[in-house]
């Protein structure tokens, strides 16, 4: 009774945690501001130091600073690499420097491996390479490779001749990889035995190398003698089978498994429809030389999506939010160029209906409503359609089919709306006219736009361009020059 009362307290404490404790989000929203109330404390304190005058400021000064340096590197100290990382990233370039000189050393190479890709260069460039070697020693082969593959290029030979012959081997292995495929994200340390191996065997081999296993080891690969990729026996397996059973008769043969040249999408896919928490990768002959983890799909998928999120407007993921104005400025030029040559070209086609907006002054008012549901039914169809193309769904038929499908889409609710929005202006303006035009603008305008969010990304990738950069303002610059076009060109024609 006793056990089940102390279960079930157990229970109710991790279901309904105490007043005290706060969503982890909030949490690092709190201590961040906490690093950066100290970091200014300490800056103002500073400046008051250096306008003290006598003899004791030099020794006042090295007092305040060891306390705030003390404090911070305290409260840096009880992070997680990742919440390092976060904080670091939430900081202005000054503050993270600072912040950055008081990580421990031990915990660098960790907060290296998570920090993205636009921060880490602010952190290795005034870190000389023997410290960054120093950092990164502690992690696995393929991490380190990891993080080098970010460090310029005239320090990275300079980090990987710091390191011993055995890492310099692994790191290398896992640098030669492509970037974006399946060996390049591979952890090269994993688990193998024999067929003909029993049971029992293996278990003794594990507590022996129990300080090495890998960690989310839950498979272990099955090899014959030339490493080549037999199979795999679970953790479950090895344990409820009988202890003298062969490692042939308890495994599983079939196994899902990647070549090292295999795309990352691949994996994440395969991850995803066959719920996989690891998977062996092989080389051309079959041979086993690393694992694939689920943490690793998952980091994929994060950094995919924040990638594409920032590719869709123009932006790369090396855009750092407290990066230099010129450097920031220079990356978002060529979209807003396009941009501006684009609305350029929507402000000639309304400068030539002048003469209709100045006999009805109601179709200037008219004219955001259509261009702004045409943008909004272009982006519904392209992310379909983007979504369609990243799941290899869109072949020659199934395009045909988008194409009809979006059309027909785009014919229904521009009816129904149109009818709406029709029916509103008529009881705004007393125009039937000018109803029946808007109403067919609608109808026309939709239609635009949905084959607009089909045409963009699908003409993007046959042209051999990432259908996902830039593709939104492609869009709308389609949906609100059509839509100016068609409203006005109807209203010159059945108003005038």
Do not use: C
Request: charged share 20%.
């Amino acid at each position: 009774m006793g056990a089940v009362q102390e279960s079930k307290r157990m229970t109710e404490a991790t279901a309904n945690p105490g007043s005290d404790s706060r969503p982890h989000h909030r949490h690092l929203e709190q201590s961040r501001a906490q690093i950066i109330e100290l970091l200014s404390r300490q800056a103002v304190e500073r400046d008051l130091v250096a306008r003290a005058e006598g003899q004791k400021q030099d020794v006042v000064a090295q007092l305040v600073d060891r306390q705030q340096q003390a404090a911070l590197a305290q409260r840096l100290a009880s992070f997680h690499p990742a919440d390092i990382a976060f904080v670091l990233e939430s900081l202005a370039p000054e503050a993270r420097a600072m912040a950055w000189h008081l990580v421990a050393p031990e915990q660098r190479g960790a907060v290296l491996l998570e920090i993205s890709d636009a921060v880490l260069p602010t952190l290795v460039d005034d870190m000389r390479p023997e410290e960054i070697v120093a950092a990164v020693r502690d992690l696995e082969p393929d991490e380190i490779a990891d993080v080098v593959a970010e460090l310029p290029e005239d320090v990275a030979p300079t980090v990987l001749a710091g390191l011993d012959r055995a890492e310099q081997f692994e790191v290398r292995s896992a640098l030669s990889f492509p970037e974006g495929s399946v060996g390049a994200m591979m952890d090269l340390h994993y688990v193998s035995v024999r067929e003909d191996a029993t049971l029992e065997a293996v278990q003794r081999l594990l507590r022996r190398i129990k300080n090495d296993l890998p960690d989310e080891n839950t498979d272990i690969f099955v090899v014959d003698r030339g490493n080549v990729l037999r199979g795999k026996i679970t953790l479950q397996q090895l344990v409820l089978n009988e202890p003298e059973q062969t490692v042939a008769e308890a495994m599983s043969r079939e196994i899902t498994f990647f070549f090292t040249d295999d795309p990352v999408k691949e994996a994440v896919d395969a991850f995803e429809k066959y719920d996989l928490l690891s998977a062996p990768v092989v080389n051309l002959h079959q041979q086993v030389v690393g694992r694939i983890t689920v943490d690793a799909v998952l980091d994929a998928v994060k950094e995919r999506a924040e990638s594409e999120g920032l590719r869709q407007v123009g932006l790369s993921k090396e855009e750092d939010l407290y990066g230099p104005v010129l450097q920031s400025g220079r990356n978002r030029w060529p979209w807003l160029g396009l941009n501006l040559v684009t609305s350029f070209g929507s402000s000639r086609v309304i400068g030539v209906f002048d003469d209709v907006i100045a006999q009805f002054t109601a179709i200037a008012t008219l004219i955001p409503i259509i261009a702004s549901l045409g943008g909004n039914t272009g982006t519904q169809t392209m992310e379909l359609v983007i979504r369609a193309m990243a799941l290899d769904q869109l072949g020659s038929a199934q395009l045909r089919r988008t194409f009809v499908k979006e059309f027909l889409v785009a014919l229904l609710n521009g009816s129904l709306w149109g009818a709406a929005l029709g029916f509103t202006t008529y009881l705004l303006y007393g125009k039937w006219q000018l109803s029946l035009v808007i109403y067919g603008a609608m109808i026309l305008e939709l239609v635009v736009a949905a084959l607009a969010g089909v045409a963009i990304p699908v003409t993007l990738k046959r042209i051999g361009r990432d259908p996902i950069m830039g593709s939104s303002v492609l869009l709308t610059a389609t949906t609100d020059t059509m839509g100016f076009f068609i409203f006005l060109g109807l209203a010159a024609i059945f108003l005038i």
